[in-house]
């Protein structure tokens, strides 16, 4: 027993110099870039909210900013789903509830909620939402196209949904919908 001992002690011993140069391809292994190739994970960068006790997100690149909602000033006139306009920075923009637009439950507004600048094009107009999430990013290959709980109009609006449930929503179709543009011909 004491041979074997000292033969398999003996073999885990190595001079300095082999110690160094095992450490030193150790580093350069560990210091290599994965090996995943850029195009294969395209990810979509997302802000996400809240919307009636359900998680929405929208593409970041469309988010201008995000403020808490203060001041509305009503419009008669508009459909419903238009709460009125407020002054951002100077600049009176159309405030939509999402809420009101996709027939979700609404439990009126108060001074929590968020209201999200959005531009598509020329068009610029603020969301509200009952709270923001955060920025983050969502691999675009891990979007299911669609759920058979999720019909009539929020289907129509839908990017897709992530794995734990995120509702992804097309600002453009949105944005683009012949409801939200006012016509004050007539």
Do not use: C
């Not at 003996?10 to 300095?16: A, F, K, L, R, Y």
């Not at 195009?39 to 359900?54: K, W």
């Not at 951002?88 to 939509?96: E, P």
């Amino acid at each position: 027993m004491a041979d074997v001992n000292n033969s398999l002690a003996g073999s885990w011993v190595t001079d300095e110099e082999e110690t160094k140069k095992i450490l030193k391809e150790r580093a350069l292994r560990l210091a290599k870039e994965p090996e995943v190739p850029i195009e294969s994970v395209s990810s979509l960068e997302v802000l996400s909210f809240m919307l009636a006790g359900e998680r929405y997100a929208i593409e970041a690149r469309f988010v201008v900013e995000t403020m808490p909602l203060r001041v509305l000033t009503p419009l008669p006139g508009v459909p419903a789903f238009i709460l009125g306009i407020a002054n951002v920075r100077g600049r009176i923009l159309s405030v939509m509830d999402l809420k009101k637009f996709f027939d979700l439950p609404e439990n009126g507004l108060t001074d929590l909620h968020k209201l999200i600048v959005i531009r598509y094009g020329d068009l610029e107009v603020g969301i509200v939402a009952d709270s923001l999430l955060g920025i983050r990013a969502i691999p675009q290959d891990s979007l299911q196209p669609s759920l058979p709980t999720l019909t009539g109009i929020r289907e129509k609006y839908l990017a897709g949904l992530t794995d734990e449930g995120t509702i992804v929503l097309q600002v453009d179709k949105i944005l683009a919908d012949e409801r939200i543009l006012v016509n004050d011909e007539g």
